[in-house]
């Protein structure tokens, strides 16, 4: 199958290549300078609307080659100075167009601009999906990893199991685990490495991070049930250089790199991006157990955590070429991740295992291509291919049972762990997107994605045969219609195929053994979004979806350890509704944006990870889940020297499975209308900023922000057998953060100060495991454009 689909692409792009080959160039050259003459060198030039585009040489000079005659607006933009937009026609007849461009200069433009336009982010809400758009680059000179700023957004709660590298769990309007996708740039994270974790990948590397609340645009290829979220990186066609690193508490250092250097004149360009994340995790655990021999009993202790560091590195490199009239651009890539993990819990904090690790590796090579207007500029098209292996080692061979003071007895094979687990995964992914333009106004859009991964499972200790070998493929088929009824009216209409394939080793009492089982099963959804203006800043806006979720790898297969395997899984299917408004106005410098919606979740066999005795967790189809709820953001700044943001999210999410085992002959289920167990139900956010510009020196800012959490208590288990003041709750959380930071020359250098938990309260997320209390850290960057 994949021979066939690669070889498909390749015949496909030698199609398009050998098609746009055969078109005319056109060329825009000319010199930037500024108001005094001066020439500017770095300045980024893009044409609206096109993904390409290229940036001034020390002279102030440009070449930009289009793809057809025709009129273009082109948009220079530099630090410093005050962004231009430019109308350029080049008629059939002509070749060349030379253009001379004064920019002016602007210390504030970032902040003025955000003021006066709108932003990229503010466009993205006003779609008729239900998105959080969020700018990262407001949050670059923070040490933060982009966990930690989605979980300040709306109907966002991300729940870790502790310190930097946890286990943790995400969840969007009240679904979390495998129901909610991430993507790179629209690829899939997971494709990268098993180190491309949502919270070990600094903030640096993003620019803007998209939220799709249940329903997503066919665009991402996506089996999500309860949203996607798309990390788009930096495309900016000119030099960029960013370097950062932070220090902090519990023995914690982070560093990031990414960077882009172009070749004008051969539209050369090579990227990088990097990571790497240290800590000991060696926090101050609080009131936990402990044996004392001398009073004979067991007693509560404050200790440091111990054996809980973590190690991660990614690497990523690319080399291509832009604005060729072939290609907009054309990359070749390639990506190494590596992790070192000792595993301190489970998901019993009184459990301590103390001697276990998980050590990992992944290895990937790429190639993208993306060609814009082709077949009378009607047609975008993007190629996308990757291949990668993730490799890891989970080892328990001590035989012994740990306390948290460090000291432990001896255990044996047949009543603990005893293994040396090795897993392999080689995956292949691939993923074809166009564009059409039926009309103006009208356009198709169609997403093909095929993910096959391959499992391998053995224990080195015993020697055994791969103990749990699979392969599992999807095949995802996504065909959307946006229709521009007017300026105030965009409705979006998709449709989907999925297609599941599952290769399965399984023991065959008939055929008196194991006996490989090769499945395809196929399902299709549908959906809707729409947006109406009633307003230039007043909307609303509507979406629905009955979508599917295929199984996970580690669902199927387990992790080894303490993820048991489920060959019999199934998908989860359910249905998605959004209803929701927003608002936004500028009155000089004063800006307003206010958004509520409320939402309705579906889903039936719905995935859920149960908990045993033996501190070992499977994935099964459970239950029913149906979820009510609402939410809304409060948005308001002043200028570039005060901004605010409040977010309030409220969501009751139930067991709606009536029977036991949905088995309407059985007895009616104890938790039968009862609160989904370890899932917040009431959170809010609260970040306010007070920021100067041209403090000490001009170009320079001081900013403060002042940042509280509030989490309502929830239940750790089912409700009915738990009580609020029982422990098996949750408790009420509230907590506050600061942070200090400087920015000088224009934000080429940066420092910040930052401490979390101001308060030192004692935190618990995912089933009462406890967190870090009080943090401090600090942060240099430097950023070269």
Request: one cysteine or more; proline letters at 2%; hydrophobic letters at 35%.
């Amino acid at each position: 199958m994949k021979k066939y689909l690669f070889s498909n692409i390749v015949i496909f792009c030698i199609l398009i290549i050998s098609f746009a080959q055969a078109q005319p160039k056109h060329t825009l050259s000319g010199k930037i300078s500024d108001l005094e003459g001066l020439p500017l060198e770095a300045v980024s030039i893009s044409v609206k609307g096109l993904s390409f585009g290229t940036q001034s040489d020390r002279k102030g000079e440009f070449n930009l080659q289009l793809p057809q005659a025709g009129t273009f607006i082109l948009v220079f933009s530099s630090i410093g100075y005050q962004s231009l937009e430019k109308s350029v026609s080049i008629g059939n007849g002509q070749s060349a167009r030379s253009l001379r461009i004064i920019l002016a200069a602007n210390t504030n433009a970032l902040e003025e601009a955000q003021v006066r336009g709108k932003s990229e982010t503010r466009q993205l809400k006003e779609q008729g999906f239900a998105v959080n758009a969020i700018d990262a680059r407001h949050f670059a000179n923070q040490s933060t990893d982009l966990g930690q700023v989605l979980n300040r957004t709306t109907g966002i709660k991300m729940r870790e199991q502790g310190g930097v590298g946890s286990d943790f769990d995400f969840s969007i309007s009240g679904l979390s685990g495998k129901s909610v996708k991430f993507f790179l740039d629209g690829i899939p994270l997971e494709v990268m490495g098993s180190a491309m974790n949502l919270n070990n990948i600094p903030v640096n590397i993003a620019e803007r991070i998209e939220v799709y609340k249940g329903v997503a645009p066919v665009s991402l290829g996506s089996d999500a049930l309860g949203g996607s979220v798309n990390i788009v990186t930096n495309k900016a066609p000119g030099n960029y250089l960013d370097i950062s690193h932070s220090y902090s508490s519990f023995q914690t250092n982070q560093s990031a790199l990414t960077g882009q250097y172009v070749f004008p004149s051969s539209g050369l360009v090579l990227k990088g991006s990097a990571f790497y994340n240290y800590s000991k995790n060696n926090y101050r655990m609080k009131d936990v157990e402990v044996w004392d021999a001398q009073q004979k009993l067991y007693v509560e202790r404050d200790l440091p955590r111990f054996h809980d560091r973590y190690r991660s590195v990614m690497a990523q490199a690319e080399i291509g070429l832009v604005n060729k009239p072939w290609a907009d651009i054309l990359f070749i890539g390639l990506g190494y991740t590596n992790y070192d993990k000792q595993v301190q819990t489970g998901v019993r904090q009184s459990i301590v295992y103390g001697a276990v690790t998980r050590d990992g590796d992944g290895r990937n090579i790429s190639m993208r291509y993306r060609k814009a207007n082709l077949f009378n500029n009607r047609l975008d098209l993007g190629l996308y291919a990757t291949y990668s292996k993730d490799n890891y080692v989970l080892a328990d061979t001590t035989l012994k049972r740990y306390s948290w003071d460090g000291t432990y007895t001896d255990g044996n094979p047949e009543t603990g762990s005893f293994r040396l687990t090795h897993v392999e995964r080689p995956r292949y992914f691939s993923r074809l997107n166009a564009n059409y333009l039926l009309a103006e106004g009208h356009n198709l859009n169609l997403n093909y994605s095929f993910d096959q991964v391959e499992n391998r499972t053995f224990n080195a200790l015993f020697e055994d045969e791969d103990t749990m070998p699979g392969k599992l493929g999807k095949h995802i088929l996504g065909l959307g219609y946006e229709q521009k009824l007017s300026e105030r009216w965009t409705n979006t209409f998709m449709g989907k195929y999925y297609g599941l394939t599952l290769n399965k080793k399984q023991n065959d009492y008939n055929a008196g053994g194991f006996v490989n089982v090769h499945s395809y099963q196929e399902y299709f959804g549908y959906g809707l979004a729409s947006v109406y203006k009633l307003w230039e800043n007043l909307g609303i806006k509507a979406s629905y979806e009955h979508t599917y979720r295929l199984q996970d790898v580690n669902e199927v297969y387990g992790d080894g350890y303490q993820l048991m395997n489920n060959l019999d899984l199934k998908p989860e299917s359910g249905d998605n509704i959004n209803l929701g408004a927003f608002y936004g106005q500028t009155f000089g410098k004063h800006e307003w944006f206010a958004e509520a919606s409320g939402f309705y979740r579906d889903a039936k066999g719905f995935i859920y990870v149960n908990q045993y005795d033996n501190n070992q967790m499977r994935y099964e189809n459970l239950s029913n889940v149906q979820i009510r709820g609402v939410e809304s953001e409060l948005r308001y700044r002043y200028s570039s020297l005060f901004s605010a943001v409040l977010n309030v999210t409220y969501q009751h999410a139930i067991d709606n499975t009536k029977y036991v085992k949905n088995d309407a002959s059985g007895a009616i289920s104890a938790t039968y209308k009862n609160k989904v167990p370890n899932q917040p139900w009431l959170f809010g956010n609260l970040d306010l900023s007070l920021g100067k510009n041209d403090v000490l020196t001009k170009g320079n800012r001081l900013q403060f922000n002042w940042m509280t959490y509030y989490t309502h208590w929830f239940y750790r288990s089912w409700e009915g057998f738990a009580t609020a003041n029982s422990l098996v709750t949750i408790p009420r959380q509230l907590v506050h953060s600061l942070l200090l930071a400087y920015s000088m020359e224009q934000g080429r250098y940066n420092l910040s100060l930052e401490c979390r938990n101001l308060t030192d309260e004692t935190l618990y997320d995912n089933f009462r495991l406890q967190k870090p209390g009080r943090a401090f850290y600090v942060k240099f960057r430097y950023f070269l454009k």
